[in-house]
């Protein structure tokens, strides 16, 4: 599967869908992860871009809000039941970029933006996460197993 797939997600297992209409994945990641918790008897429920959380974007000093891809509760093998939010990311995307290149071209310049602005969001999510004892995890293609 395309890793720029992009559709709606047909669910097999409608109950434990509880966010809003149909859940839209923007790639072949996000639509195997969506099979996973439609299909996975631990999860117990789950949505897709279902909680919005307010950041201040680091680039433009404006209030902003980060949209994570999952919110998903599941039993843990030891019978807990955990509430986690989830994004899910190329891993290129969670890499710090060179500090100092030797050139600062515009795809560096473009990394440099992407990598603050993630840190801004995901530092939220961390916080709106720790206030309701919600996980936040990101998601690579090695974590997905692609």
Known sequence: MSRWANGTYVLKNPAKYIGKGSPRYRSGWEHAFFRFCDNNDAVLEWASESIAIPYRNPVTGKQSVYIPDILMTYRTRSNQVRAELIEIKPKKETIMPETNPSRRTKAW??????????????????????????EFRIMTEEELGV
């Not at 992407?114 to 969001?121: D, L, R």
């Open 109 to 134: 310049a473009y990394k440099v933006k992407t990598w603050v602005i993630n840190q801004a969001k995901w530092q939220a999510a961390k916080e709106f996460c720790a206030d309701r004892n919600y």
